[in-house]
């Protein structure tokens, strides 16, 4: 691992070094020839695009290139190399984590970045819009030499995390087993009385114990009327028999997450939540059925739309079918009906249509599934038949 130095030169000795490059090959998620295959990648993808220069903000496309997991930084691809910019917070940590670049250490990332490109060598500088401040952009832009060019390319490089390798599939199947070990746990416990935001952190606590290194996203436990908020806050309500629980969670191991969500009964279920629930499960399964390579990603949103449009609950679902999974927990390809985007094998997608009638009463039923070569495996490990507590 080359290193150089911009405002002052790090004491690190030969046998220090050494011993980086050793954890490096063995970090899990992490090995030189993972992280160079994505280097060669991006290579041709810059190439395709005639860019000599490429920077990338965006904290998880910086780990997924090089495997930094620091929160913040900046990285540069340029003539077959890649720079890493951190600060002094960040030295050893980039030394251990990161493979395949070289590490520069500087007082200011921005400047540091600009003081490299102050040399002219770039000419046409691609950058990830969704990555960038426009405060920073503007910095860059203001600093670069006259004749260089800046290009957004954020989708085009967020796609390259579309479609996983074994260790990313490993590591997400890890995540999904230690989500439904904590869930199943914490049902075992709800009982009539307990607050919503009790559940979450009893989740959030069964989710630690389990391995997880955090939770995926803040919890959602939505009971009563509240579950027909898609995105609800754990509150003080208390559940109560002849509840639904919409119950959103996931878990992250090595950086990659899980999002399951399972609606679960409490004591009894009327015949009409009975019917939304099933009209749900029905919609899931068939979705779920059409995964494939090739396959449009609308059409998978329409396939799950048309099943609750039939039996006359269409107004009442309002999100997307699904979106991918990885090191963020809301990801490249969008399962929804304007996507233009197509299935390929890798990919790891979640399914998870939703019926929400105000004042009534919710139901949403997720599993996370992998795009196989002839159809698609569940990763995800909870039962998705209603279960009454």
């Known amino acids: 691992m080359a290193e150089e130095q911009l405002s002052r030169a790090p004491l690190i000795s030969e046998l220090s070094l050494w011993l980086s490059r050793l954890e490096n090959r ?58 890493l910019f951190v600060d002094g917070r960040y030295t050893v940590q980039a030394r251990q984590e990161s493979s ?43 600093g ?12 085009d490089i967020d796609g390259m995390r579309s479609r996983k390798d074994a260790g990313e599939i490993g590591r997400l199947k890890t995540a999904a087993s230690i989500g439904a070990r904590a869930l199943g746990k914490t049902i075992e ?25 955090k939770p995926s996203f803040d919890t959602i436990v939505a009971s009563g009327a509240n579950s027909a908020l898609p995105h609800a806050r754990p509150g003080s309500r208390r559940v109560e028999a002849g509840d639904f629980i919409v119950i959103d969670y996931g878990a992250v191991f090595e950086g990659y997450h899980s999002d399951e969500t399972c609606t679960v009964a409490l004591g009894h279920v009327s015949g ?6 099933d009209t749900v499960l029905s919609a899931h399964d068939r979705a779920i059925e059409a995964v494939r390579p090739g396959v449009l990603c609308r059409d998978i949103d329409a396939r799950a739309r048309a099943c609750i449009e039939d039996a006359g609950y269409g107004e009442y679902f309002v999100h997307a079918t699904g979106h991918g999974v990885g090191l963020d927990v809301h990801e490249a390809p969008r399962l929804s009906k304007i996507s233009e985007q197509r299935l390929e094998e890798g990919m790891v997608v979640t399914i998870e249509p939703g019926i929400y009638i105000p004042g009534v009463c919710g139901v949403r039923i997720e599993d996370m599934v992998l795009v196989t070569t002839g159809g698609c495996e569940l990763i995800t490990g909870m039962p998705k038949d209603l279960m009454i507590l």
């Open 100 to 142: 395949g670049v070289n590490i520069i250490e500087v007082t200011d990332v921005t400047g540091g970045l600009l003081e490299i490109l102050s040399r002219g060598t770039v000419k046409k500088l691609g950058f990830e819009a969704s990555g960038l401040t426009y405060e920073r952009y503007l910095k860059i832009r203001r």
């Open 189 to 213: 416990s709800i009982r009539p009385g307990m607050r919503e935001r009790e559940c979450a952190a009893l989740i959030d606590w069964n989710l630690v114990m389990e391995g997880s290194e």
């Open 26 to 83: 063995s970090r899990p998620g992490g090995g030189n020839s993972t992280f160079a295959d994505r280097a060669a990648r991006l290579r041709s993808f810059m190439a395709a695009g005639d860019i000599d220069g490429l920077l990338i903000a965006d904290l998880l496309n910086i780990r997924y290139f090089c495997g930094f997991s620091g929160s913040e930084g900046l990285l540069l691809a340029q003539g077959g190399g890649m720079t």
């Open 144 to 155: 670069l030499s006259d004749g260089t060019e800046m290009v957004s390319l954020s989708c």
């Open 272 to 277: 009409e939540h009975r019917r939304i629930y």
